[in-house]
């Protein structure tokens, strides 16, 4: 399975994208600021790239969720629910309906529709662009 984010608002407070699933449109994203340069840790969004996402426990959030692994100078990427950037901590949220805004919405219905994907699938790559 290949998950494309493809980013495309970007503001002082967030960032916005539209997720693909095998080049299906799923669902938007909302993410940190993209920033040249130093990274301001819970508040900034990860660098572009492709990842391997894998399902296991997170601690904070008690429950297994999608983990992107070996991000360069980042540790606990997820994709989880929630919908502003106060939320994101350096994760990328989902939800099924935007604003204009620092604003996602119906986030919890989006991230069910996607973790069932996910728990299915054998092998998951995400491409951030």
């Known amino acids: 399975m290949l998950i494309e984010v493809k980013r495309f608002e970007f503001k002082d407070t967030h960032t916005i994208g539209k997720m693909y699933v095998d080049d299906v449109y799923e669902c938007y994203t909302l993410e940190d600021v993209v920033r040249k340069g130093a990274k301001v840790n819970g508040q900034t969004a990860i660098p572009t790239g492709t ?15 999608p983990l992107l ?34 604003f996602i919405g ?12 996910l728990k299915t699938a054998k092998k998951v790559t995400i491409k951030i662009c």
């Open 51 to 65: 990842y391997n996402l894998i399902i296991n426990h997170s601690n904070r959030f008690n429950r297994d969720l």
């Open 106 to 117: 119906n986030s919890k219905v989006a991230f069910n529709k996607l973790f069932e994907k």
């Open 69 to 102: 692994e070996n991000v360069p100078n980042f540790t606990g990427v997820r994709i989880h629910a929630g919908n502003t950037s106060a939320h994101t901590e350096g994760c990328i949220l989902v939800g099924t309906t935007w604003s204009g805004k620092d």
